[in-house]
């Protein structure tokens, strides 16, 4: 079949040839094309976008944008290929012969033909008509809503929870919400067994992964994967990462790309926190998920803040792109080669609105410490006093997270928070799983 010389064809033919390349990543071949052509003036793309930019070739914008660096009459491209060695040239000469593209090529012209290819590519996709325009609005979200469905069964959710209060947090300058939630019946001590339903309802959800059908996983495969994964140590808290993905996707509508313990067609294990991506108002936003079940509330904060630092600890004090969340190497095991590229795609800020900077989702399990003695008080009256106390919570919560955002310098970010209550968030989190999947070794904090 005669192929077409775009620049997804470019970047594989001269993948691994390019004088300078280090290895043999098609996300290497690509930057150092798009570097020579434009002499390094192109901006620095995220991984995700190169990847993208190397499959599906570039975007109308990317093309525009490499247009303007170009000297169509003294362009350095064909030089600069002009020192890839004879015995290569002649290689790529007899593909270019084999694919079609041209029947009168031999290694001394290859470096002014790609030249002109890839000009002409980049004419052909800076002029074409934007379809994205022209779509109307429904038809992106329909796509995404495809790629990405929801997954958490939440219809008993209002059943199991009660939000006593929705408040922002002061210093994040972005969208962002702290919930605070309480069990119902709102009375002390607790029930859970509302609770364990819902996580019971969702604990498959939240352990296939997307390309796996659910009815081909077994709950006895599930309750093993997940037991094993507590034995294992990674996780401190099973329970506030299943609660953690619920609130995400109940809440936020922020589907999962995926969670750290999930069953897949691969055998792979996911030393990862959960990506979820949400769209709201208009802006797609890449969340990274993380919990904390920690009888002292103000620990519990202490602790994700920490969570946050080790995981931006590599970026020193450069702000976290969104992009910088993805582990595509979950994805290509996770999903189909098509759902993967549709997402990648999704997450191109070049072609879509994409919020650039990371944003987090926070679970935060505590111990209820109300203080009065809600024995001597009629259910009514004890009913206003956990609200009230939830509330007092929440204060303390605003209160600490704010000023670790401030000190860190995350107000960029986004921050969406869900709070509750357990009469021993520690204790009770391990008897809630070991209720659902069976008795193990918890590995978490104690």
Partial sequence: MTQIANFAYIVNLLNPYLPDAKGSSVEETTRLLLNHATNNQIKDYSNASVNNFAVNGLTRRVAKSVLGYINKEKSPLSGYLSHIGDD????????????????????????????????????????????????????????????????????????????????????????????????????????????????????????????????????????????????????????????????????????????????????????????????????????????????????????????????????????????????????DAQYSDEDSKKILQILLPEENNVDEIASYGLFIGYRFKPNENLDKCTSKEAKNICKQTVKDDLKQVISQLSKEIQSNKWQKSSFYVYMLPFMSAEKDGDRIMSNIIGGYDYGGTK
């Avoid at 593909?95 to 079609?100: H, L, R, T, V």
């Avoid at 509302?194 to 077994?218: C, F, H, P, S």
């Fill in 88 to 331: 290569q040239l002649t290689l790529i000469a007899s593909k270019i012969k084999n694919d079609g593209i041209s029947k009168d090529v031999y290694r001394g012209v290859v470096p002014s033909y790609i030249e002109r290819w890839f000009i002409e590519d980049l004419e052909r996709t800076a002029n074409r008509k934007n379809k994205r325009k022209q779509k109307k609005p429904t038809d992106k979200k329909s796509e995404r809503t495809e790629v990405l469905s929801k997954t958490v069964s939440d219809k008993e959710f209002s059943t199991v929870f009660n939000e006593i209060a929705v408040e922002k947090v002061p210093t994040s300058l972005n969208q962002n919400a702290i919930h605070a939630f309480i069990l119902k019946p709102e009375l002390f001590p607790f029930s859970y067994k509302k609770l364990e339903k819902l996580v019971m309802l969702n604990i498959t959800n939240y352990a296939v992964a997307r390309g796996v059908e659910r009815d081909e996983v077994t709950g006895y495969k599930v309750g093993q994967l997940l037991r094993n994964y507590a034995k294992s140590g990674i996780p401190q808290n099973l329970l506030g990462e299943v609660l953690t993905y619920v609130f995400l996707e109940h809440v936020e509508n922020a589907r999962k790309l995926y969670t750290r313990a999930e069953i897949s067609n691969y055998s792979k294990t996911i030393n990862s926190e959960g990506i979820y991506l949400r769209n709201g108002e208009g802006i797609l936003q890449l969340i990274l998920g993380a919990s904390q079940l920690n009888d002292n509330l103000q620990d519990a904060v202490n602790s994700l803040a920490s969570k946050l630092k080790a995981f931006r600890n590599n970026k020193s004090d450069e702000l976290i792109i969104s992009t910088d969340l993805i582990d595509e190497s979950i994805l």
